[in-house]
DNA sequence: CGCATTTATCAACGCTTGTTGACTTTTACT
DNA sequence: AGTAAAAGTCAACAAGCGTTGATAAATGCG
């Protein structure tokens, strides 16, 4: 064990110099594969980014794909949703979803690659089956995994028009606006009896 | 001019050997594009599916650019909403939806190519801008592309879920449940009073 | 210092892409 | 039949891609 590892184990930091450029790669990863989609997104480009060399790219992720499986970790934090009055659980929701999207390309890359890219689509699947679908079980009786999935259409439509196709009208909302619009719909979706 | 030009002026139909090739060439394109998006659908693989030689492609076409933008041609076909009432509006909108989408590949080639193509997000915005706003501006008095910006959202927020990403829950609603789910939600966001 | 390990550089590879131009076959009219 | 136009074929190009391996520089320890 190399003395430098060890004094980083006992600052409680395991800080080499690799890291930062470790680090510097997935950030340019995910602006790049959040702004151009997958294809798009080249090795060398996100290189250029983290001003290093294309080689080093492959040298700590292996390979364009693997790269894209770390730039596309995304974890939604829901919140604890179970003190929240049931009229109320849209609204909370969605607030919730805009502040998470913004300030964080992750989503975006994650949105734009799963059109293309199967494993993109999969991550996206997953985000529905381990995060949301679960958290929302735990609130719901009858059909919950319908519910979850109408909210996420509703969720992702609202990511679609206001970050990816920009419409005005959309792109423009305030915050407060759209949880005003959009609260009431995931509410409906979440508490309305079955059809 | 030449004589089948004049027959076929004669019989009302211009029908020439190569539009058959230029509309195996267009299916072919709306195909791919729609199942692989943009950038990972070759020009090879499009002439392929056609049985045809790329360079031909090219003959007809000029460019992949062109030809996708041939492809994307798309029309909403928004029926007359002046006589429904307005408590069924969504309900009519989003059953019309569903009809038009399926059996036809170029929504799905839109949507796709929109993540990652500045051209086909252009055309997705046209059809807004020049199909879907102009025709609730209609219907509606206050915040009219506000409203529509909203029902796309929605809308384009279910093709996704269900048609790309294809999440289980929704993708294998009917077309009656989701007119029941989603109905009065463009109902709500065409017809409810500004927050 | 000397040396081993980590980190970075460079040029090149094999492959696929869109696109082109020269050429051949088919078509349809005089 | 002869011929000019239309339709189709073929091989090749330049460029860009992900990826590799050999090699150089930097780092930190004894």
Redesign the pocket.
């Known amino acids: 064990m ?3 590892q060890v ?1 980083a184990y006992a600052a409680g930091m395991a800080e ?6 470790r680090a510097a790669i997935l950030a340019a990863a995910r602006e790049r594969f959040g702004a151009d989609g997958y ?7 996100i290189a250029a980014d983290a001003a ?9 992720y ?4 693997k ?1 894209f499986a770390a730039a596309a970790e995304f974890d939604l934090r829901l919140p604890d949703l179970r003190d929240v009055p049931r009229d109320q659980l849209g609204e909370e929701l969605i607030r919730h979803f805009l502040t998470r999207w913004e300030g964080d390309d992750t989503l975006r890359a994650l949105l734009r690659a799963a059109m293309t890219h199967e494993t993109a689509a999969d991550r996206m699947r997953q985000l529905f089956t381990d995060q949301l679908a679960p958290t929302l079980r735990e609130l719901l009786v009858d059909a919950p995994d319908v519910r979850a999935g109408l909210v996420a259409s509703q969720a992702l439509g609202l990511a679609l028009v206001r970050y990816i196709l920009q419409v005005p009208p959309v792109a423009g909302l305030s915050h407060d606006d759209a949880v005003a619009w959009l609260g009431p719909t995931l509410t409906r979706y979440l508490t309305a009896p079955l059809p």
């Open positions: 190399k003395s430098q004094l080499r110099k690799s890291d930062r450029t294809e798009r997104a080249t090795i060398r480009a290093i060399d294309p080689a080093m790219v492959i040298r700590y292996g390979t364009k794909e790269l």
